[in-house]
């Protein structure tokens, strides 16, 4: 969402002198960003609530100076831009799944997107095109969520792991399979083989799943911008003033 105060500006700066006038654009990109960043911080605040121990990849641990970390961008406003933007980030930065692709359906509902393991097992004809996989008995970590190194072992043991040799075998002691009920598209699940005699569901195959809004993102922006910005353009329109010439 972009930030746009234009009209709160107008109200606050109608009084002004001419000299005082000058100052207001650098004024506003001032109280603008320092919203952002506050709009930034309560969106996080919100995740915590919402989501059971978030990983640093979705909420950084120091919230106030996430530097680069975390699942929200910040673009600045600037003279020219007196709108600041906060939003998900949609590139992975090497952490597998971009922060939208699972952040999304919690703001806005609906289907989430495939994530890479998916599209592996679709390429394959392991699973339907159409088809989704949730965890069962797999193991998870202390966030909730399979690893990456044990989403590419299970991968690799069935033979869609993206850029292996054709024919190449997986050389793990458990080995993985998937159960049909019939022909492609009719997949109930991804399992293990720990023995001969026991078998272990670790993901069940779905239809796409669907989720109701949890995240009130906009909620949260917009309640913080009414409480933020106008002591933020005060602080920022009287350090400009102290310091115009």
Do not use: C
Not at 219 to 234: G, L
Request: hydrophobic share 35%; aromatic share 8%.
């Amino acid at each position: 969402m972009q930030i746009d105060i234009r009209a709160d500006v107008k109200e606050l700066t109608k009084s002004l002198n001419r000299i005082q006038r000058k100052q207001i654009p650098f004024a506003t990109v001032m109280a603008v960003n320092e919203t952002a960043r506050n709009v930034r911080k309560a969106e996080y605040l919100a995740m915590r609530q919402v989501f059971q121990n978030p990983t640093s990849y979705t909420v950084p641990p120091n919230i106030d100076k996430p530097k680069r970390r975390g699942s929200i961008f910040v673009k600045n406003a600037n003279k020219n831009d007196l709108s600041a933007m906060i939003w998900i980030k949609d590139l992975s930065a090497g952490k597998g799944t971009p922060a939208i692709n699972y952040l999304e359906p919690q703001i806005f509902g609906g289907m989430r997107k495939p994530k890479a393991s998916e599209k592996s097992l679709r390429r394959k004809g392991l699973i339907g095109g159409n088809k989704f996989i949730t965890p069962a008995n797999v193991g998870r970590n202390q966030h909730g969520n399979v690893t990456k190194g044990t989403m590419t072992k299970i991968i690799s043991g069935l033979g869609a792991l993206p850029g292996a040799a054709k024919g190449t075998k997986s050389r793990q002691k458990k080995s993985y399979f998937v159960m049909r009920l019939g022909g492609r598209g009719s997949e109930t699940g991804i399992w293990e083989r720990t023995s001969k005699s026991r078998i272990n569901k670790l993901f069940n195959i779905t239809n796409a799943p669907s989720y109701r809004p949890r995240l009130p993102w906009y909620q949260v922006a917009n309640r913080t911008i009414q409480r933020v910005f106008k002591p933020n353009f005060a602080i920022a329109f009287n350090k400009a003033i102290k310091t115009a010439r």
